[in-house]
């Protein structure tokens, strides 16, 4: 007996697999540039919110090219989420409600998972430096250089940074 394995414990999975075991369960929206349905693996019974959205590119390169590639996103679903979103009642719009790791199409025809929330980290750590700067900004402009001003500048920068008392 073969065991049917989910595609959430696969990193890499080639297109035609998808191909050959979703299928569509509720179209939810239908556009010119883009699409959004609720699909399930035939084999495994699990569900996926599938957007796929056509790029077209101003300066396509090459003979074969058309300027046009379809790009295709599946995000695992719960029951919870499939329900929401077959009865209208749950958002799905590429990215706002994509916050959790899904699959997306990549090189050699293969989808691979992507983690979005490297996003978020980023920010985070965007905003951090600029923290950083200013506070080394105003220690600089200021005149007080004594020990105590630089171990409350030291403090501070901690307290930015995140670390506790022992420096971790």
Do not use: C
């Not at 979703?22 to 959004?36: D, F, G, Q, S």
């Amino acid at each position: 007996m073969m065991m049917v394995m989910s595609f959430v414990e696969m990193r890499r999975i080639p297109s035609d697999w998808l191909q050959e075991r979703l299928e569509t369960v509720k179209p939810l929206k239908e556009e010119a540039l883009e699409m959004y349905e609720v699909a399930k693996d035939k084999l495994t019974g699990e569900h996926y919110l599938h957007y796929a959205y056509l790029h077209k590119q101003i300066a396509a390169v090459g003979p074969e090219s058309n300027g046009e590639e379809t790009f295709h996103h599946l995000m695992p679903l719960t029951s919870d989420d499939v329900l929401g979103l077959v009865f209208g009642e749950q958002s799905y719009e590429y990215p706002e409600n994509w916050s959790q790791s899904f699959l997306r199409n990549g090189p050699d025809g293969d989808y691979v998972w992507f983690d979005p929330s490297y996003t978020d980290q980023e920010a985070e750590s965007e905003e951090m430096g600029v923290n950083l700067q200013e506070q080394l900004l105003r220690f600089k402009q200021s005149s007080d250089r004594s020990e105590e001003a630089v171990r409350k500048l030291l403090e501070e920068l901690d307290r930015t940074l995140g670390k506790d008392d022992n420096g971790s």
